[in-house]
Nanobody
Framework: QVQLVESGGGLAQPGGSLRLSCAAS????????MNWVRQAPGKGLEWVSG????????FYGDSAEGRFTISRDNAKNTLYLQMNSLKHEDTALYYC?????????????WGQGTQVTVSS
């Protein structure tokens, strides 16, 4: 059974840091592109960052560039998001997402999310 479990969210002050983790099970983690996607209160989904299966290529949305770092440990089946210099607008539910093309079909899985609240 495919499972993605996020953790590490919580309350942080502006300018602070948090490290999110996503533990994967039930599939070959190292074969999947992984993403962090967030949803702020009352808003739609926003892609935050992505990382290729081998971990060598990383990508960031404008809101994350220069402040967040995505990484993965394929031996531990775990995805990470180091978030620094947090801002109020980073407050959101953060989801872990796994994606892979099987022939022409996009296979995707989502976690339940971990809440990040940035407040003084």
């Amino acid at each position: 059974q495919v499972q993605l479990v996020e953790s590490g969210g919580g309350l942080a002050q502006p300018g602070g840091s948090l490290r999110l983790s996503c533990a994967a099970s039930g599939f070959i983690f190292g074969n999947y592109v992984m993403n962090w996607v967030r949803q702020a209160p009352g808003k739609g989904l926003e892609w935050v960052s992505g990382i290729y299966s081998d971990g060598l290529d990383t990508f960031y949305g404008d809101s994350a560039e220069g402040r967040f770092t995505i990484s993965r440990d394929n031996a531990k089946n775990t995805l990470y998001l180091q978030m620094n210099s947090l801002k109020h607008e980073d407050t959101a539910l953060y989801y872990c997402n796994a994606q892979k093309f099987v022939d022409t079909d996009l296979v995707s899985a989502w976690g339940q999310g971990t809440q990040v609240t940035v407040s003084s």
